[in-house]
């Protein structure tokens, strides 16, 4: 894995963490990109990481890097069988890290590969998260398809190992 990295997972975090990741997660700057835009409340923030403990599927993980919490990733809709996975990330929004985006992109990239051993990586972005969209692209996404989610465009994108 990548230096000075530490994922926690999220059925490991203490309360004082899942109480960090759910201001995050309200955050007016990350709900907005996300298909669920309202306020999560803490009873449902805590029964959906109590869930995890019983899901194959699904893996999250909070990131921390040279000690501070920096982000959170997770991967969804984990396939064993076709070898694929969607994931998604977001930064701590209360703290303006150059280039943290990068870093939880190569953080991702790096586990679904080299951990899960998955074959295709797979992502959804709202069309008008440009700053994200480019991101992926540098990191050799590929659009895939588009639909839309909550009357918003979304761009459907993946990463094939061998084009990595």
């Not at 449902?44 to 990481?49: A, G, N, P, Q, T």
């Not at 990068?102 to 586990?111: A, G, P």
């Amino acid at each position: 894995m990548l230096n000075n990295i530490e994922l926690i997972n999220f059925t490991k975090m203490t309360l004082d963490e899942k109480k960090m990741v759910l201001s995050w997660r309200n955050h007016s700057e990350i709900k907005k990109w996300m298909y669920n835009s309202n306020d999560i409340l803490l009873e449902s923030h805590l029964e959906y990481i109590e869930s995890l403990n019983n899901s194959l599927d699904k893996l999250y993980f909070l990131v921390k890097k040279d000690s501070n919490y920096i982000g959170v990733i997770d991967f969804t809709s984990i396939d064993r069988d076709k070898k694929s996975s969607e994931f998604g990330l977001y930064a701590n929004a209360s703290t303006q890290i150059p280039g943290v985006g990068r870093v939880l992109e190569n953080i991702c990239i790096d586990y679904a590969f080299n951990i899960l051993k998955i074959k295709t990586l797979k992502l959804e972005v709202f069309s008008d998260n440009i700053q994200v969209r480019n991101l992926h692209k540098k990191f050799h996404f590929q659009e895939t398809q588009k639909k839309i989610v909550n009357n918003k465009e979304v761009i459907c994108m993946e990463l094939k190992n061998e084009d990595r």
